[in-house]
């Protein structure tokens, strides 16, 4: 057993990763990798409880997410990178703890609410969607997770994992540790409208993106709404452009900028060529590898096998554990 505090986190495969996903997730994870013993997942089964009536734009994510991982700076040596369905035993642990878990904690969960309003044009009264919190327990304490790295909202994400696993050892014993939530730091990053960064809004900027992609993308931002011509003052507190700035230019690029564009010395145009080339050379490093990964499947193939059965080997000894605490085949 490894001395670092273990974490567990995961995604869903249910479209390209963007510069949202990396600065919201991916950026700490990787950050995270020598201090912890970090296992992270595929959720491809968490992704049909939203996508069950279409699996195959699940499935077609699997292998594309890992390169992004892998290309964000994940490494196999450091950290165990697996796919959820290639691991069964977290659907066993599923069914025992959705044997103990009332319906009335599931009900209450923010999110589930905040789902259903969301995507009122999908039918989600299904068990499984109603339930994914359950699966989530699952996936967190089979790997006895002392914590799992998070923005605020998703605490109570958390919160019910505890009271889960606290259930589980008042019933049959201490198995499981009480994970914490690792609250962990994230940049402001909007989509190219102003809105949250999102491949449903088609307002995102991917990790795959070529650099001439990356260069369109910026030249359609939103910048100041209230400033109509170029030789207006502008208001780089309310511009997206400029938060971008202050994320993947130099200091004193950004800092020179900002009176420039109150003074209305910079138009927009500029403004946005400028922090376009900026954001294309701090992705390049991402971008090298990427290519490398992509041109080799069968590399990215063997590092999702090697981390599954590696996950898997860890699920097995606790599963013994919980077969024994609950008494079948014991």
């Not at 290639?86 to 066993?92: G, M, Q, T």
């Not at 949250?196 to 001439?212: G, R």
């Not at 030789?231 to 938060?243: K, L, R, T, Y």
């Amino acid at each position: 057993m490894s001395e670092k505090k273990r974490i567990l986190s995961g995604m869903r495969p249910t479209g390209p990763l963007h510069l949202g996903n990396l600065h919201g997730a991916l950026a700490n994870w990787v950050d995270m990798q020598d201090p912890y013993d970090c296992f992270f997942f595929i959720a491809d089964w968490h992704a049909l409880t939203s996508n069950y009536e279409d699996p195959s734009a699940t499935t077609g994510y699997v292998e594309e997410m890992m390169i992004d991982w892998l290309s964000a700076g994940l490494d196999p040596e450091k950290s165990t990178l697996f796919v959820q369905s290639l691991v069964p035993e977290h659907a066993e642990l599923f069914l025992y703890l959705s044997m103990i878990t009332p319906v009335p904690w599931l009900e209450r969960n923010p999110t589930y609410k905040d789902q259903i309003v969301q995507l009122d044009n999908k039918d989600l009264s299904t068990f499984g969607f109603l339930g994914y919190p359950v699966l989530q327990a699952a996936d967190i304490i089979m790997y006895k997770a002392n914590g799992v790295p998070v923005g605020v909202d998703q605490v109570p994400h958390v919160e019910i994992t505890r009271e889960i696993a606290r259930r589980f050892n008042f019933l049959y014993g201490d198995v499981f540790p009480e994970p914490d939530a690792i609250l962990t730091k994230t940049s402001k990053i909007l989509g190219l409208d102003r809105r949250k960064m999102s491949k449903s809004y088609n307002n995102a900027i991917y990790l795959s993106d070529t650099p001439d992609e990356i260069a369109k993308k910026v030249s359609q931002m939103i910048t100041d709404p209230q400033r109509m011509r170029r030789d207006d003052p502008g208001n780089p507190d309310i511009c997206n452009v400029f938060e971008f700035h202050k994320i993947y230019s130099d200091k004193e690029t950004w800092q020179a900028i900002d009176p420039q564009c109150r003074n209305a010395e910079i138009g927009c145009v500029e403004c946005k060529k400028i922090m376009a080339k900026s954001l294309i050379e701090a992705m390049k490093p991402l971008h090298e590898r990427r290519v490398h990964f992509k041109a080799r499947p069968d590399r990215v193939r063997e590092i999702i096998a090697f981390g599954s059965e590696k996950a898997r080997t860890v699920a097995k000894k606790t599963m013994e554990e919980v077969r024994q605490a609950v008494k079948i085949r014991a």
